[in-house]
Each structure stands twice: as structure tokens, then as C-alpha cells.
């Protein structure tokens, strides 16, 4: 039994979660594909952590990695899903390689899918999924993520029916400074500078932030099928 999972919480927003929820003393299991990143994660997360952390090595694009998750947590009151590949996948369509198209829908969609199968009879409170911005704002060079992205709302709505009393959200990010974006070879600084000038937040979204959020559905028992926009009002812009 633990108080809550974190799928991808080896780094960025899941590792910002699980922070969030040790100091609140909690219990945290984090899972993730990398055994190196997990380790790490947890020598940073004990240093201060007021609940008890553990860690699973798991990819939720796998079934049987998923069911074994499940059947070794037995029962957990909350699920939280931050899991992301995007390796490859921005760039036009023609040229991004179908195997990074897939490894996009697999880790996205059909790993969330995944857990919310696997979760019945063992998650007692939440499940809570991460989203992003491109879901309602594609750009050109990013159709197979904002596809993955858009197509986790109608699964959370789905399960939030067939799950319930369980509840099942989205959170949307916007722009987030985490370690994703070095992966995508663009001038990071000089786009978040750009961006933050016309955010109505004026300023880009930290990890912490998109751990408040999902702190503050997990808390709520009457947020159910709801897609919460954590983007600094991007969807507003022109």
C-alpha cells in the first residue's frame, strides 16, 4: 500500500510532484524506465522527504510491466501519470519516423490506457493524467503529441464513468521549464523570453506549479472528467 504513484517520476514535473507530496508526508512511489534516473531521484527526494519513498523500474507502453505494477503496489489512494517520450517526434510530419510517432502514442495514450485497465480494484481515490498545451494549440511540428495529447481528455472523461468512484483528470501544462525541452534543439532561453512577454502570466510555468495542480485534484473529491489548464493563460493568445 502507498499513498500515491508517480508514473515518470524520476524527473521534471513527476519528480517536482513526488517532492510536493513527501513534504505533505505522504507516501511515494515513483516509477520510470531508467533504473540510473530512479536512484538518483531517490538520494535527492530522501535528503528531505517526510513520508517514505519507493521505486519501481516500469514502462507503462508495456502491459506486463503494467499489470506487475498494479499487482506489486496492491493498493495505492493515488495515481499520477507524467510519463512522456517525445524523442524524434517534432518536425513535419513527413519526416518524423513512424517508430517515434508510435513510441508518442504508447507511452501517452495507450500506456495511460494501460493503468487505467490495470488500476481497477487497486487504486482507491485518483488518477490523474498530464496533458499539454499543443492538445489545443498545434503548431506544424508537433501533430503526432498534440493527437496523443487531445485524445487523453476523451479517455479521462471515459474512465471517469466506468472508473467511478475513482476519479480521473487531465492536468494541460503550458510551457514548463523542464529538461524535455534540451532534447528539441531550438534556443530554449530565447523562446521562453519571447513567450513569457506575452503570457498574461508573464512568465513561463515552473515544475512546481504543475505540482500544486495535480496536489490540489487529488485533494478535491468532487473534480471528476475535468481537463485543468495549468498554461499561464496560453490558450488565450492570438
Do not use: C
Not at 521562453?192 to 500544486?212: K, V
Request: charged share 20%.
Amino acid at each position: 500500500m502507498t499513498d500515491a504513484m508517480i508514473i515518470g517520476g524520476g524527473s521534471g514535473m513527476g519528480l517536482a510532484l513526488a517532492r510536493t507530496l513527501l513534504a505533505e508526508r505522504m507516501d511515494v512511489t515513483i516509477v520510470g524506465r531508467s533504473a540510473d534516473r530512479l536512484a538518483a531521484a531517490k538520494e535527492e527526494l530522501a535528503q528531505a522527504a517526510q513520508g517514505k519513498i519507493s521505486t519501481v523500474r516500469a514502462d507503462i507502453g508495456r502491459e506486463e510491466d503494467v499489470a506487475e505494477l498494479f499487482a506489486w503496489v496492491e493498493r495505492v489512494e493515488h495515481v499520477a501519470v507524467t510519463a512522456a517520450d517525445v524523442t524524434g517526434a517534432y518536425g513535419r510530419i513527413a519526416d518524423v519516423a513512424t517508430a517515434a510517432a508510435e513510441a508518442v502514442v504508447d507511452t501517452k495514450l495507450l500506456g495511460a490506457w494501460l493503468v487505467g485497465k490495470h488500476a481497477v480494484g487497486r487504486v482507491t481515490g485518483s488518477i490523474t493524467y498530464t496533458s499539454g498545451i499543443n492538445a489545443y494549440r498545434p503548431n506544424g511540428a508537433n501533430t503526432i503529441v498534440a493527437a496523443a495529447n487531445g485524445a487523453l481528455a476523451s479517455l479521462a472523461y471515459g474512465l471517469a464513468i466506468e472508473l467511478a468512484p475513482v476519479r480521473v483528470n487531465v492536468i494541460s501544462p503550458g510551457w514548463v521549464d523542464t529538461a524535455i525541452w534540451d532534447q528539441l534543439g531550438m534556443d530554449k532561453q530565447a523562446a521562453f523570453a519571447e513567450l513569457a512577454e506575452r503570457l498574461p502570466a508573464r512568465r513561463i510555468g515552473t515544475p512546481n506549479d504543475i505540482a500544486q495542480a495535480f496536489l490540489s485534484v487529488m485533494r478535491n473529491g468532487f473534480i471528476t472528467g475535468t481537463v485543468l489548464d495549468v498554461d499561464g493563460g496560453h490558450r488565450l493568445l492570438t
